[in-house]
């Protein structure tokens, strides 16, 4: 039973296309995010919902725009793509947004790479 | 602006020997540090933590070091063994970041 799920697992698709990414956890986490794996292999970190709340939001192209209808899902939906976009997704969760302490890490899910032609 | 850095991007090992792995970070802000791991089609697993509070943590094969004033950390696995042959990330983080900091990884490889 997977704890932390996300859909698709691979997506292809032509620029200028909008897409989505679902996740999914089902550990009774109240913090979602969405980090980026780029070509470089950097993990960078893009959106994080708690209690689906906005509370993290790096500088990230108005084109993704992320949406949690309730505390167990985080869906990215991204506008108008470009070849920049193609990269690996990863979806996580923690018990809450503090971070500091062994007893509360990131659950990731296994990733979504998206590639743009 | 990476704050994070995993200089050596890949590491091969005898199996049973020790594996150590580095990482340097430039925010002084960071107290709180995380090694994951991540294997193939796989998202990051948790691995070991360190407080700045501490210069050392031990979890059975595996020991994270701390030097705050160097701002580097390390990881050693001893002894290696060929299922440790994954990605392993540098993270970082401080009261009220509200998030992780990656390195680009390094990749281990543990020959047999």
């Known amino acids: 039973d997977t704890a932390v799920s996300q859909t698709p697992k691979y997506l292809v698709t032509q620029m200028g296309n909008d897409k989505s990414i679902k996740c999914e956890q089902n550990l009774g986490h109240d913090t979602m995010y969405w980090y980026k794996q780029d070509s470089k292999k950097f993990l960078k970190i893009m959106f994080s919902?708690?209690?689906?709340?906005?509370?993290i939001n790096e500088t990230v192209p108005n084109r993704f725009s992320p949406k949690s209808p309730d505390k167990a899902h985080l869906n990215l939906h991204i506008n108008s793509l470009e070849l920049g976009d193609s990269a690996v997704y990863f979806c996580?969760?923690?018990?809450?947004?503090?971070?500091?302490?062994?007893?509360?890490?990131?659950?990731f899910g296994a990733g979504s790479r998206l590639t743009v032609l | 602006d990476q704050q994070v850095k995993q200089n050596s991007p890949s590491l091969s090992v005898q199996e049973g020997r020790i594996s150590i792995l580095n990482c340097d970070y430039t925010n002084s802000m960071f107290d709180y540090f995380l090694w994951y791991k991540k294997y193939p089609a796989e998202g990051p697993t948790f691995l070991i933590s360190?407080?700045?509070?501490?210069d050392k943590n031990e979890d059975g094969r595996f020991t994270v070091f701390l030097n705050k004033s160097a701002k580097h950390l390390s990881l050693h696995i001893v002894p290696s063994q060929p299922g440790d042959s994954a990605v392993y990330f540098c993270?970082?983080?401080?009261?009220?970041?509200?998030?992780?900091?990656f390195g680009a990884g390094t990749t281990v490889t543990v020959r047999a």
């Open positions: 919902y708690n209690n689906k709340e906005l509370i």
């Open positions: 993270a970082a983080t401080f009261s009220n970041d509200y998030k992780l900091s």
């Open positions: 360190i407080s700045s509070i501490k």
């Open positions: 996580a969760s923690s018990q809450d947004s503090s971070l500091y302490s062994g007893a509360n890490v990131l659950t």
